[in-house]
């Protein structure tokens, strides 16, 4: 229901494919564990911005071309069962428990941007 995503480039000129995975796994470990696939993608274990309204998924993928890597991390907040029935219980008021989950995106969202731009400065 609430998702977003962030994009960034970063030259690559000097940088070999370790230094870059491990800027990756520093830069976005504020978030959660970080686990990398051979393949380029990775998950983040976002459980601290999980709650019993509603559950976070965070995954991206490292994209190499031509001298530059595009880092891409997608986050979604689905709210939970309980979450939909307080809102049908209890509407209109029940609406406002919506607000649980909204917060949770927003500063998702936020540490999102800042982790990408620590990367970004890392590499330039």
């Not at 230094?19 to 993608?41: H, N, P, Q, Y």
């Not at 190499?64 to 939970?80: G, L, S, T, W």
């Amino acid at each position: 229901m609430f998702s977003g995503e962030e994009r960034i480039r970063i030259p690559l000129a000097g940088v070999d494919n370790n230094a870059l995975i491990r800027g990756v796994v520093d830069c976005f470990s504020t978030l959660g564990e970080v686990e990398i696939s051979k393949s380029g993608s990775f998950e983040i274990a976002g459980k601290k911005f999980a709650s019993f309204t509603h559950k976070v998924d965070i995954d991206g993928s490292i994209r190499k071309k031509d001298d530059k890597a595009a880092i891409e991390v997608n986050y979604r907040i689905q709210p939970q069962i309980i979450t939909w029935i307080i809102c049908i219980c209890f509407f209109p008021l029940g609406l406002a428990i919506l607000l649980l989950p909204y917060n949770a995106k927003m500063d998702l969202e936020r540490r999102v941007e800042k982790s990408c731009r620590a990367l970004r400065d890392e590499f330039e």
